[in-house]
């Protein structure tokens, strides 16, 4: 069974920057599609960003498409989610997740089924 665990969470003014990462161990992470996901207060948990396992195709919500960028290291078993310009709506509990079946295409269709605890984003006026 695959570890995931995220960092890179905290405090950051509107239109900041923040890089999140997930660190996978303990099971298989390079032929399986990655993702992050998000939760806010009072809110479902939303997709935000996926990658294949070969990294080449990634797909995004339209809420921050030109804003976040997901990537990536199959050598080191990472994954991160670069987030730029950021927004007061960006507040949420950001979790790394894993697809469930190995080449899936890792977008808001897919199936995850391997969460990390998640790391708190704050983004303030």
């Known amino acids: 069974q695959v570890q995931l665990v995220e960092s890179g969470g905290g405090l950051v003014q509107a239109g900041g920057s923040l890089r999140l990462s997930c660190a996978a161990s303990?099971?298989?992470?390079?032929?399986?599609?990655m993702a992050w996901f998000r939760r806010a207060p009072g809110k479902e948990r939303e997709f935000v960003a996926g990658?294949?396992?070969?990294?080449?195709?990634?797909s995004y919500r339209d809420s921050v498409k030109g804003r976040f960028t997901i990537s990536r290291d199959n050598a080191k078993n990472t994954v991160s989610l670069q987030m730029d310009k950021l927004r007061p709506e960006d507040t949420a509990v950001y979790y790394c997740a894993r697809d469930v079946i190995q080449n899936g295409l890792g977008n808001p269709g897919s199936r995850f089924g391997s969460w990390g605890q998640g790391t708190q984003v704050t983004v303030s006026l």
């Open positions: 303990g099971g298989a992470f390079s032929r399986y599609a």
């Open positions: 990658i294949m396992w070969r990294g080449g195709r990634t």
